[in-house]
């Protein structure tokens, strides 16, 4: 397998972070989204709207972060970070639905506004108004999370894919600033997915020494 991937990308570090923790066989590939690498024939013919990651496996070519990490715990099934029963993977894809349309579009425009390190990489300086309406946001959604997790450790009970979709984004929140003393669950979840080696190889490589 091959993973294309940009630096200072909560997508791909998502995908790292599920790749790192199946422990799985693949080849990365760093683009330079600022030269334009994503844009050039050669990967829009992987990803047709030049984002990043995206996966190849053999012929297979896959896009969208968590498409491609279900497909990466489908083909390494020890990794456990699908549940074996319908019913838990139905939960599992529960999780990722809620944040890809909930949480990551509420985190997006406060990290544009609040983080140096994405203002300096992709050169924006995000917008205040939208930031505020993103805290607004986060204040009806993290009360979600933070009940989900109330006597857990995880959303699913065990770490699954669920809880690795969220980590990059809230991780780019805190890392500027966000206060989740609020949330304590959420907090503390947040803290235990970041001490996993996984995440810190995926971390590393996507956002750390940028």
Not at 78 to 86: D, E, M, R, W
Not at 102 to 129: L, N, Y
Not at 147 to 156: K, P, Y
């Amino acid at each position: 397998m091959d993973l294309f991937y940009g630096r200072m990308s909560g997508n791909s570090a998502r995908s790292l972070f599920a790749l790192y923790e199946a422990d799985a066989v693949f080849t990365p590939h760093v683009l330079d989204t600022n030269a334009g690498e994503n844009r050039a024939a050669a990967y829009l013919a992987l990803n047709p709207m030049g984002k990043i990651p995206a996966l190849t496996d053999g012929a297979f070519r896959i896009w969208e972060s968590n498409a491609i990490n279900i497909y990466v715990a489908e083909k390494y099934p020890a990794s456990a970070l699908l549940p074996a029963t319908i019913e838990g993977r139905a939960g599992v894809n529960r999780w990722l639905f809620f944040q890809t349309g909930h949480v990551t579009p509420a985190c997006q425009p406060i990290f544009r506004a609040t983080s140096r390190r994405m203002q300096e990489f992709w050169k924006i300086q995000g917008d205040a108004q939208a930031a505020e309406a993103g805290r607004k946001e986060l204040a009806r959604w993290l009360p979600v999370l933070e009940g989900a997790l109330a006597g857990r450790d995880w959303l699913e009970g065990d770490f699954t894919l669920a809880d690795i979709a969220f980590a990059p984004h809230l991780w780019l929140i805190v890392d500027a600033g966000f206060d989740l003393s609020p949330y304590p669950a959420v907090d503390a979840w947040l803290d235990r997915m970041l001490a996993r080696p996984a995440w810190r190889r995926a971390a590393e490589m996507v956002f750390w020494g940028v």
